[in-house]
């Protein structure tokens, strides 16, 4: 990690853990749970709206409010993906996961809640003219056409007869993770009423560099620092970027493809450096 | 039913189908789930949405998109409240929950993505200029401090030492069901940018009487008629407004309440009567 995009990085957690608090008083064991989901992740999509917002000159009151949205909707997408009707995972983020916190009931609620809460951030005042494209977007980036149907995929896939090609994985990833990605790095420009192609390519490419490296954590990551079970695709016969490119091939497209996120931004010149840095980061990480 | 009511209601059920198919074409897997949580209700919230909105001569095209977004709040909310790990509920609107139709994890995702889908609709550029407080109503409406808020109270309800009293049991109800029935009523007015008190008023009154007469139906119904499994609430010696009040007095409570709501309506005259038929039939339903 380069020291610019470390500080950029753990500024944002600070700024987005403190508005956080301010928005989600821990008023009742369901506020608790929301918070529980919210904390301990590395908010590198909160970052990413903070960080498209800066370049776009928005004001950071609305970027937060985006910036914590998003990161709701992540949360509760893990909440609800550990339940063990799902992928049953017992630990995140180095903690318990909320059903083996509380139980199942209060995992339901609370993901259902932080789902509507990223909706009711973002139709607050604070996010200015723009907010309505912004929930807009979420809404088709988060639902039945975007990141719910990559869980379906997901599920059915480990069903099928015959593990994913490299199209069928690269589109449930797009669906599956991508989107809110995507979304996250698009949103200082739809704030701002800007054009945001720069960004979403930047962000395609990120996304699935992203992704990459989670299947390459997988196999090289060791589940104390990931803070996840790892292995469990591997062991599960599961088609993975790995399994597919092998290895060194997989590590060689993420390289490429953390290029290509670079290369989006020359628009923006120096002043997205930092966002470059965190192509580099993403392909690096080890949790 | 008196015969204006039954003809508005059936219209609004026809309307909100139609828009419906529009909007959600039956694509895979997860959109079919989708459409099968929708289908067979009463759709008495999206009805409030149309009549609340011909009052104040709100498109319907506007109306149609909230009207349907309701409806999937609602659907939601139902699918997950059946799952094992809530209700455990086998029937619901006369037919198997989701979850025993599919399972668990689409039962889990098609409710995530029916939540989704509500705020994409809300969203759209029909709902026309006050589509903004719209949503932040709907997000406070549906969220931790509303319909969630009041499933967490009634989860904790089951495991409490002693029954709740009439006041807990009336803040459960409003949050529970109270909230969006609330949003349905004053959704016209709010599309219109006018002022939704005394459609408010109106659908305080008529939600505590459609609790109230769903606890009589739970006593009194029939499950097949229904549509749902009868007497689990008393046989689970949960408190209810019947077990508070007696069997009669929370029929003549319904009574006092549903003249309250009509009361409410007097603003608008005689444009009201199918919102006061409304109110007559809430307490009158046998399923």
């Known amino acids: 990690m380069t020291a610019g995009f470390a500080a950029a990085l753990s500024q944002a957690q600070a700024k987005i853990s403190t508005h956080m608090d301010m928005r989600l008083p821990q008023a009742d064991l369901l506020h608790e749970a929301m918070a529980y989901a919210l904390r301990g992740g590395k908010m590198l999509r909160g970052f990413l709206v903070l960080e498209s917002a800066r370049l776009h000159d928005v004001p950071e009151a609305a970027a937060l409010e985006a910036a914590l949205a998003i990161e709701c909707i992540h949360a509760y997408s893990l909440v609800h ?152 695709d591997a062991d599960a016969g599961k088609a993975t970027f790995v399994s597919l490119l092998g290895l060194e091939g997989a590590k060689s497209r993420a390289q490429e493809l953390a290029q290509l996120a670079s290369t989006a931004l020359t628009p923006y010149g120096a002043a997205g450096e930092t966002l470059k840095d965190a192509a580099r980061f993403v392909i690096s990480r080890d949790s």
């Open 81 to 232: 993906d550990d339940l063990p009707s799902m992928d049953d995972d017992d630990l995140r983020r180095g903690q318990p996961t909320l059903h083996r916190k509380w139980d199942e009931a209060t995992a339901v609620l609370a993901g259902d809640s932080l789902q509507t809460f990223a909706f009711e951030l973002l139709a607050r005042d604070e996010v200015g003219p723009h907010a309505l494209p912004l929930i807009r977007a979420l809404a088709q980036a988060a639902g039945k056409d975007g990141m719910v149907s990559g869980q379906m995929l997901d599920i059915a896939a480990e069903s099928a007869a015959t593990p994913l090609t490299l199209d069928q994985i690269t589109t449930l990833q797009a669906r599956k993770t991508g989107c809110l990605i995507e979304w996250s790095a698009c949103a200082g420009a739809r704030l701002a009423g800007a054009n945001p192609e720069p960004l979403r390519h930047y962000a395609q490419a990120l996304g699935l560099a992203f992704q990459i490296a989670d299947d390459i954590l997988d196999i090289e990551g060791d589940a104390a620092t990931v803070g996840k079970a790892v292995r469990k």
